[in-house]
């Protein structure tokens, strides 16, 4: 079949549109940061930066959105054929889940910390892994690319989240028990004063994680089975499938360390870190640097 | 009902939350006191044990699972890619053979690896017992006893009512009882008792499913590694090669490769019969990724069994054919160029296709043709490409995977192919010791090539295609697929269902009466004060009373 050229242009566009609305954003999210003072004191400081911020964020979304939808009209396909289609998808998906919460509590102080990583992720989509629209490789064509993807999409989103909300957990930690011990407040100080204290973050970053945990089960399991009807086996080994363990291994170690074990704060957010560092690292590093079947980085 | 100390349902919810903390924390208790000095050997194996079956060990070992599995995705793996392994054995001759000496290209065989696999199952299994008992005992046991004062826990409300405390006790509680019981709490009343003002309350307590899809969670995951092991004993693995247009029967001598599990049986190959009637294959012709195949598919008749009827489907990618505990699956393609041989009198001696190797992905391919009937033996080492060209750098190669200008690049060999030493021979190489070679010739189809010294002649009639199966049987899939799903269903369950306690009270306060309302959960993240704000609700409502308290101690339980 053939490429529409037109809509993978229009593609492009808007992916470059929702990069200067999410820009924007992050100037405002700064501004209103920069505002800030103590938000328990005076919540009404950077609010409205904050607002302009939100809305920014919700235009980069859909923007964002209907980039990936053109990438996969133009080929008459789920977007998810390469890893400049992933990133896109997954910056999407990262977006749409945040906004979603959004909508059930007030986040504007996670802003700036995901939408720096978003940026980052679509600028090295664009440049580093960016591919041509094309036809999918014949072992990608099956809807187990729908039901796999799209949770390992999702998954993605939530991960990111619950990896940033774990960092400024750690930060704020930091803070606080420097307060405790009568030492100066240190160097993140001021992220301290404008986010939630440090037990409301582990709680927050607890209920992230034990959300995706499913997920992701899930998006192994299918994984496995779409292996199946491909490649013969379930489970082979492959590095992709080794470290996509990995990670499932990471996670339910920081779960089990936090309700199991009853750890809290900074010794499970180290566990909740390393598991989220094996999950980029098997996004980047054994995409490209690991021989296996799951080659589809497009380069 | 009063003293809380003598209570033994007291005792039992203390029990039920240290075995929700921590199972196997009892167990742990006695290995830590139990240290073993001097103890024996079978105090010893004794104390081992406990320490094997404790969660902790679990996780370790699943950790160190997960660690060890690392060095299988970074060294190549005889399973997977044995070319690899010997490239690693050229590339690094010092290393690779202490690397191969701890298991290092056969990570996920190695006994090591299993030692760690089979020491998590042991472990597992005996984490889940003890704790299932215990969760078996507390999912039959009646909602835990009212704390002495509600308005101390975290979150609490209560209320001013017009009745009796006995008339709130006997009329009322019976219909929050009811009301609770919609809503799948598990409910106990204790009636107001004449001698003690703290006595009359409902208990109770729902979300007993979370405990139990914690433990089919876990039990799935023993049932999933049980499958894996036993997948991989009991399976085989293996590849054959079909030439359009012939059949295969599924037994072990026509496979090209074969890996069987260690305690595979041969006899329980099933001889399905398979003829490939065509195969179709599309190719991108445009755009960057020119030349990949974007799509084939191989259209078979079959029998399951000998004595079956024969029928037709078609095999694609991401859609094997099913036979049994068999899977059929096609996982490559190749060409299969067809030779006419004569002999110098013009006699037909050979007349075959002839599977040849795909070296690129654009299908340069390599193969031989022997022929034995001739006095000498004729040996053809041949390159075939589908679109040629031929560069000083690479010689003679394909520029496109498609049959656009197929040609055959032909070396001939005369003398002796060497069949008749009973030693096998690679049908894909020629044993070049008793061979002397005699000319080299390039041809199109339906050229032919007048052998020089009078050796006869050869014709490139046309161009076949063959199809590379994997076939594999693995008789514990099924189970290994029953046991994911119960992982999920158990993990969403462990995780989402919110275990929380719940109770009313009715109390005299400075003559008034007063229904106090509490709640609680284990887990800090379970949000319980929805559960006293809709209690609070029902009760004000039944009351009529408009106006309550809601009492949140944030900063009691800090």
Redesign the interface.
Known sequence: MAINESYAQISNILVYGSMGAYTFAMFSFATSFAQGRDTEINPSNGRKAGNIAMSLTWLGTFILGAGVLFRGLSASRVPWGNMYEFSISGTFGVMLVLMLISLKRDIRWLGLFIILPALLSLGLAITVLYTESAQLIPALKSYWLLIHVSAAVVSAGVFSIGGVVTILQMMVSRVENRVAAGLTPGRFEAVARRVPNAEVLDVFAYKVHAFVFPLWTFTVVAGAIWARSAWGRYWGWDPKETWAFITWVGYAAYLHARITVGWKGNRAAWIALAAFATFIFNYFIVNFFFQGLHVYSGK | MTDQSKNPQNESLADSELSE???GAELQQHSVDAAPIALGAVGWVRWMWRQLIT??TA?QL??L??VA??P???F??R???PL?VRQYFDENPTTAPILDRIGMFD??GSSWFSAIYILLMISLVGCIIPRARVHWKSSRSLPPVAPRNLLRLRHSSTIQVSKTPSEVSQEFFPVLQKYLATKRWRTVVSELDANDPTSGYVSAERGYLRETGNLIFHLAIVVILIS?AAGSLFGY?GQILVREGTSITNVLSQYDAFTPGRLFNTESLVPFNITLTDLAVTY?DT???AG?????AATISYRETPDSPLEKRTIG????LNIGNS?M?L?GHGYAPRFEVRDAKGNLVFDDAVIFLPQDSNMTSTGVVKVADTDPQLGLQIIFAPTAVVTEQQGPHSLFPDLIDPKAFMSAWIGDLGLDTGRPQNVYTLDKTNLKRIGFEEIAVGETWDLPKNAGSVKLVGVDQFATF???S?PA?NW??VG??L??VG??AG??IQRRRMWVRVVTRDGQTWIEIAAMSR???VDVSSVVESITQFCASHFGVERFAEVTNEEKSH
């Open positions: 903390l921590a199972p969660m902790r996780l699943l950790f699972l997960a599995s690392i299988g995705s970074v190549p793996q399973t997977q890619s690899k990570v996920y894996v693995r991108e755009g960057i990724k990949t195949a974007l799509d084939y990618v991401n859609d094997p899977s699956f996982v994997n076939i594999a693995d899939q290994a697929l994911a799903i992982a999920i993990v969403i995780l989402y887990y800090e993240d």
